[in-house]
């Protein structure tokens, strides 16, 4: 079983930073497929950012490109989203999800529908972040 724990909200004011991590167990956190969503109040879970279980690629949601960067650290078995220039709207409750990739036909399947979070396989329990204006 994979636990997924995120960490690093709080509040912060409109145009300021945040730096979300999210560690996930296992031994294989290298062939993890991760991404991040959000939650807001009303409002249905959305995409934010994912990257391959390499690093190598990348994908953010419209709303966030250019604010937020998404990373990860292999060896800390470890997943940060960097967010900068925050707005109110960008008050969520954030998730982190993983899901572990094999083979490539799993890697096909993930890379085709990252911002879905059907795709993902293990959740964490959320990390509020609120921007006041």
């Known amino acids: 079983q994979v636990q997924v724990v995120e960490s690093g909200g709080g509040l912060v004011q409109a145009g300021g930073s945040l730096r979300l991590s999210c560690a996930a167990s296992g031994r294989t956190f290298s062939r993890y497929a991760m991404g991040w969503f959000r939650q807001a109040p009303g409002k249905e879970r959305e995409f934010v950012a994912a990257?391959?279980?390499?690093?190598?690629?990348?994908y953010y949601a419209d709303s966030v490109k250019g604010r937020f960067t998404i990373s990860k650290d292999n060896a800390k078995n470890t997943v940060y989203l960097q967010m900068n220039s925050l707005k109110p709207e960008d008050t969520a409750v954030y998730y982190c999800?993983?899901?572990?990739?094999?083979?490539?036909?799993?890697?096909?399947?993930?890379?085709?529908?990252?911002?879905?979070?059907?795709?993902?396989?293990?959740w964490g329990q959320g990390t509020q972040v609120t921007v006041s204006s």
């Open positions: 990257i391959s279980w390499s690093g190598g690629s990348t």
């Open positions: 999800a993983a899901k572990p990739i094999v083979t490539m036909i799993e890697e096909a399947t993930w890379r085709s529908g990252t911002w879905e979070a059907t795709k993902y396989d293990y």
